[in-house]
Nanobody, 131 residues
Framework: QVQLVESGGGLVQAGGSLRLSCSASGRTGSMYAMGWFRQAPGKEREFVAAISAISWTVSWTGSRTYYADSVKGRFTISRDNAKNTVYLQMNSLKPEDTAVYYC?????????????????WGQGTQVTVSS
């Protein structure tokens, strides 16, 4: 089991920034990847960003990152190994970024982009961008 807890959501004006955090606990040494997804009202949950991970306990040098086209150049995913935490820095926010943002982890090989391949999910944090 892995437990994921997101934080950092809120209300921000268009053009502003927010940083989301996802703290992981439990079998973190078995994770293959961490990702962020989002779901806007009336829409399906969609991929935002992901970062590769073989183990929290070994060096993550060379970890690769993946982004949805809609956030490339504006969002950055990163991790703090010592804190078992993954971050999503969101800059130049747009009203269309408004959604509940979910952190997820994948416990085996698979797609970074497909939410069906992720095994554990956080409870979500609301991000609202006003125009």
């Amino acid at each position: 089991q892995v437990q994921l807890v997101e934080s950092g959501g809120g209300l921000v004006q268009a053009g502003g920034s927010l940083r989301l955090s996802c703290s992981a606990s439990g079998r973190t040494g078995s994770m293959y990847a961490m990702g962020w997804f989002r779901q806007a009202p009336g829409k399906e949950r969609e991929f935002v960003a992901a970062i590769s991970a073989i183990s929290w306990t070994v060096s993550w040098t060379g970890s690769r990152t993946y982004y949805a086209d809609s956030v490339k150049g504006r969002f950055t995913i990163s991790r703090d190994n010592a804190k078992n935490t993954v971050y999503l820095q969101m800059n130049s926010l747009k009203p269309e970024d408004t959604a509940v943002y979910y952190c997820a982890c994948r416990m085996s090989s698979g797609s970074y982009y497909d939410l069906a391949d992720y095994n554990y999910w956080g409870q979500g944090t609301q991000v609202t961008v006003s125009s």
